[in-house]
């Protein structure tokens, strides 16, 4: 089984600040890493995702993640936040080896809220 | 670009009573997923459906839960005799094919058990 903890329930910060907020998984095998973003009153947006390859992965609106896979984490960043990244964002993980045993279950952090203020 | 769908956004239902909540995925996706957030919680994995049968199921998914395609286009969610604790978020979501894929989701139905 995998889990996922995301360390920052609330994390606050001034526009144009750079911001990080991290997420570490525990899982027996290996896994797919992805981050999710949701407005309010809005479903849950892809933001990026890790699947193999280089561990700096890029996602949408200037958003980037870092895989690493000793300290079991994937931490989003962005150098310079705006007013319109305040969403409460999600990391989130899939067994990489199915086997035929998973067909893709997500499982979620906590949920980090970010708030950008002027 | 082409979205997943949820009907209602706002479901209020007395406790015991039947529900179904509607989705309709991205056409051309194959894997289709229920989700639900109670209020302050994580999102909790339902349920995945593919090629017309229950892939995998949580242990929330129990006999008072079903899932259904009941033609080309929707996908539902039916909880038989809802308690007051099915009270939450239930996002539907999609993709093109299982595991390493983005799923899409849906912006959710509040169901609300009074």
């Known amino acids: 089984a995998q889990s996922v903890t995301q360390l920052d329930s609330q994390v606050p910060v001034f526009e144009e600040a750079p911001v990080e907020l991290r997420c570490n998984y525990s899982?027996?095998?290996?896994?797919?890493l992805f981050w999710y973003v949701q407005y309010p009153n809005q479903g849950l947006q892809l933001l990026l995702k890790y699947l193999s390859g280089s561990t700096l992965v890029k996602g949408i609106n200037g958003f980037e993640a870092e895989f690493n896979k000793s300290q079991t984490s994937f931490h989003l960043r962005k150098p310079s936040v705006h007013i319109s990244d305040t969403a409460e964002y999600f990391c989130a993980v899939i067994a990489a080896n199915a086997g035929g045993t998973s067909y893709g279950k997500l499982t979620f952090g906590q949920g980090t809220i970010l708030t950008v203020h002027p | 670009e082409p979205e997943v769908t949820q009907t209602p956004s706002h479901q209020v239902t007395q406790m015991g009573q039947e529900v179904i909540l509607r989705c309709v995925p991205i056409?051309?996706?194959?894997?289709f997923y229920w989700y639900r957030q109670i209020l302050g919680q994580k999102v909790e994995f339902l349920v995945s459906f593919y090629n017309n049968e229950i892939s995998e199921k949580s242990e929330i998914f129990d006999d008072q839960f079903s899932v259904e395609r009941p033609d080309g286009s929707n996908f539902t969610l039916k909880i038989r005799s809802t308690k007051l604790e099915d009270s939450a978020m239930y996002f539907c979501?999609?993709?093109?094919?299982?595991?390493?894929?983005?799923?899409?989701f849906g912006d959710g139905t509040r169901l609300s058990i009074l």
């Open positions: 979501a999609s993709s093109r094919t299982g595991s390493n894929q983005p799923q899409h």
């Open positions: 899982s027996s095998v290996s896994v797919y």
């Open positions: 056409s051309n996706h194959l894997y």
